[in-house]
């Protein structure tokens, strides 16, 4: 029986797959530990596409680098390969057919990862470092989008030393993100703005944000026919907006809620907010986790309006997440964000991605919040 099939206990208490039954503040969830973690914050995480046979799992991290591992039905991830940037590694991203990898990093170039001859060559370089990437499919190129933190969004052709096309923004970019043919990026002064892919790649629409504070991750939805319909939006006050792009009845349809607050949604009492680092949707049941400084991670049922779990907490802030193609495993990664400061950074401390069980905790339910 496969680790992460849908019929196993894995990943959901008891003795976990190292059979300890004692509390560890670094894994409480008791799930499974990847081998060789970066040696410094980890920014990001991504499983390979269902084009590519079995389960690869790439991070990307402040130590420069972006490592690769392969993950097994019976749980063990075995490192397969390594690159390096001369910056920290920000953001990473697989091509569609699962055959390389694009990076963007401080160093203020991209690079497009060619996972069979495992060599690297820089695709992009500008004056200003990348925030973000996300390759893009398109029925004549393949493309890899590009957010500057100074500006513009950039669409680069693979085999050209010069984006094809350059839109300005009207702020910097915090984050964004992509799901053919919308684009979402979130921008400095709580800027929000969404771009259409098809054809010629422009603005579609400017958005009032639904949130107060500092927007600090953005993930698209999509809706039952698999497309692109709306993004839930999180900020660094422990809040998540979920926006839809056209919807039937604006007011209703469009809501906010709290979370990754240190006595959930009790007010009556004084608490500690903090910022919602990551959201990743679940590919089949369109539920989705989000991540927060906190340590914990939390799934919620979007649809129904109701949590569906929360975690214990890790003795770190959680900083990024993602699911595989399928839906049976959640990855979450576990690493100093400097949320508070230098004052609190321990390099000391390891850095952790962990995996768990998603095939049951991640079912939609049917009850309000």
Not at 73 to 91: E, R, Y
Not at 185 to 199: D, H, K, S
Not at 205 to 223: E, G, N
Not at 239 to 251: C, E, G, L
Request: charged share 20%; net charge neutral.
């Amino acid at each position: 029986m496969s680790l992460f099939g849908k019929t196993t206990g894995f990943g959901t208490g008891g003795t976990g797959v190292f059979g300890s039954t004692t509390t560890d503040s670094h894994n409480p969830m008791k799930d499974v530990e990847v081998s060789s973690p970066p040696d410094d914050s980890i920014s990001c995480l991504a499983f390979s596409p269902p084009t590519l046979p079995g389960n690869f799992l790439i991070g990307g991290s402040w130590a420069n680098d972006v490592r690769c591992w392969e993950v097994q039905d019976n749980g063990q991830t075995v490192p397969k390969a390594q690159q390096m940037h001369t910056g920290p590694v920000l953001d990473a991203c697989w091509s569609d057919d699962g055959s390389k990898v694009f990076t963007a990093s401080c160093d203020k170039t991209a690079k497009m990862w060619d996972l069979n001859s495992n060599q690297a060559m820089q695709i992009a370089q500008v004056g200003q470092q990348y925030k973000t990437d996300d390759s893009v499919k398109t029925l004549e190129f393949q493309s890899v989008l590009l957010t500057q933190f100074f500006l513009s969004l950039q669409f680069w052709d693979t085999r050209s030393p010069n984006p094809m096309m350059s839109l300005q923004m009207p702020e910097r970019c915090y984050c964004a993100d992509v799901v053919y043919p919308m684009a979402v990026v979130a921008t400095a002064e709580r800027g929000l703005i969404v771009y259409q892919l098809e054809n010629q790649p422009s603005e579609f629409r400017r958005i009032d944000s639904p949130l107060k504070h500092q927007h600090r991750c953005v993930a698209i939805f999509k809706d039952k026919q698999n497309k692109p319909t709306g993004f839930a939006l999180g900020s660094i006050e422990g809040r998540v907006a979920i926006h839809y792009i056209n919807p039937p009845n604006p007011a209703k349809d469009n809501f906010t809620f709290k979370c990754h607050r240190s006595n959930g949604t009790n007010t009556t009492t004084p608490q500690d907010i903090y910022a919602v680092n990551a959201i990743s949707f679940h590919p089949v049941h369109g539920t989705l986790a989000t991540v927060g400084s906190d340590g914990r991670f939390s799934f919620w049922d979007k649809d129904a309006r109701t949590k569906l779990k929360t975690s214990e907490q890790l003795d770190q802030p959680i900083t990024a997440c993602c699911f595989n193609h399928n839906g049976n495993i959640f990855a979450y990664a576990s690493s100093y964000d400097w949320s508070k400061g230098h004052e609190y950074y321990n390099p000391q401390k390891k850095n952790y991605i962990f995996l768990r069980n998603a095939a049951e905790e991640l079912k939609p339910r049917n009850k309000k919040w």
